[in-house]
T-cell receptor
Framework: AQKITQTQPGMFVQEKEAVTLDCTYD???????LFWYKQPSSGEMIFLIY??????QNATEGRYSLNFQKARKSANLVISASQLGDSAMYFC????????????FGSGTRLSIRP | DTAVSQTPKYLVTQMGNDKSIKCEQN?????MYWYKQDSKKFLKIMFS???????INETVPNRFSPKSPDKAHLNLHINSLELGDSAVYFC??????????????FGPGTRLLVL
């Protein structure tokens, strides 16, 4: 079964601290893509970062990095130096090779940054 | 210069009515999608079109019918609206041809409320 699991429904973090959002996935495909999206309270879905299953380096985009551990099937998002504007829902997602362009989303983690 | 746009942003209607949501992308992408996000924030794909052809059709009631007049547009028509159709509907697009490696870019969402 193809599945994404996000075990943290909500998190509170102090501003300027780093935060790790957990994501594990399940797929029998050898080739797949992993994504993180941010959904602020305004509702739009914003693409943050992508990791391919054959990428040897962990993906990084500014303050976002993806801690990819293939053997553990985990793809945690790390946000460094958190800001108030980082408060949002964060969704981990996967696109297995066998599903062509279909993306499967996790249930999301609501991140709240405290000033 | 919105990349993926949807209209309307909000839609309030009575049960039994028929309504349409429009989506347009100016990214030159070949593939477009419709997702439904329920009240618990769970996102699920409904349909996907590549170059005006249907490629993904998840288990969605027949009352939902996507229409793609050209590859830049993917509209969603809903017949005989039911209370359970209340949700946020997101349109998305991706370049096409790269399968599981493709990043999908989302529109702002249409908040549908059926009374």
């Amino acid at each position: 079964a193809q599945k994404i699991t996000q075990t943290q429904p909500g998190m509170f973090v102090q501003e300027k601290e780093a935060v790790t959002l957990d994501c594990t996935y399940d797929t029998s495909d050898q080739s797949y893509g992993l994504f993180w999206y941010k959904q602020p309270s305004s509702g739009e879905m914003i693409f943050l970062i992508y990791q391919g299953s054959y990428d040897e380096q962990n993906a990084t985009e500014g303050r976002y990095s993806l801690n990819f551990q293939k053997a553990r099937k985990s793809a945690n998002l790390v946000i460094s130096a958190s800001q108030l504007g980082d408060s949002a829902m964060y969704f981990c997602a996967m696109s297995p090779y066998s599903s062509a362009s279909k993306i499967i989303f996790g249930s999301g983690t609501r991140l709240s940054i405290r000033p | 210069d919105t990349a993926v746009s949807q209209t309307p942003k909000y839609l309030v209607t009575q049960m039994g009515n028929d309504k349409s949501i429009k989506c347009e992308q100016n990214l030159g992408h070949d593939t477009m999608y419709w997702y439904k996000q329920d009240s618990k924030k769970f996102l699920k794909i409904m349909f996907s079109y590549n170059n005006k052809e249907l490629i993904i059709n998840e288990t969605v009631p027949n009352r939902f019918s996507p229409k793609s007049p050209d590859k830049a547009h993917l509209n969603l028509h809903i017949n005989s609206l039911e209370l359970g159709d209340s949700a946020v509907y997101f349109c998305a697009s991706s370049q096409g041809g790269q399968g599981h490696q493709e990043t999908q870019y989302f529109g702002p969402g249409t908040r549908l409320l059926v009374l």
